[in-house]
């Protein structure tokens, strides 16, 4: 699976995508006539990578990190914006308008402050080359499923055999 999350300007923090992509599959339920279910049925059971750059910022700076402090995979392209701040609490104007008051910011589990201003950094930087992209190519996306398929070969899924009906006779 490729997350292409480049020009992601954000707008909410994905804690929740990354929950979902790191489901892993917990059981099987076994089916009389058909096909047997895996489950969670939304559990993904490959090889992950994410494609960032320079126009992901916000939410779009969180998702690769939240990604990465997972380990579901490695981030290839650029480093993303670095503009993570909240805004929150700014009461409406008197003509209607509004204005955005930066109130919170993020810091880690190890007390430093992370992101903002910086942004996050891939594990393999891939220039997203216009020139090629014009005319069709796409250097970050091709990366990725280099390094996807070689995950895969590294390590191949494994099928789970359905076991023998018991007998209650």
Partial sequence: ???????????????????????????????????????????????????VNGWSGSGGDCFPYYFKKAGLGPLIG????????????????IDGGS??????????TDGKWIIEGYGVDPDIPVVDDPGLMARG????????IEEVLKAIRANPPVPVQKPKYPNRS
Avoid at 12 to 33: A, C, H, K
């Fill in 1 to 51: 699976m490729i997350i292409d999350e480049r020009f992601n300007s954000g707008g909410q923090i994905p804690d929740r995508f990354v929950e979902l992509l790191g489901r892993r599959v917990v059981n099987y339920w076994g089916v009389r006539d058909g096909q047997d279910w895996a489950w969670p049925p939304s559990a993904h059971r490959g090889a992950m990578a994410m494609l």
């Fill in 78 to 93: 650029q480093r993303t914006w670095g503009g993570l701040i909240g805004i929150t609490g700014a009461p409406p104007l």
């Fill in 99 to 108: 204005v955005t008051v930066p109130t919170f910011g993020i810091y880690d």
């Fill in 137 to 144: 190519g796409d250097p970050q996306l091709e990366r990725a």
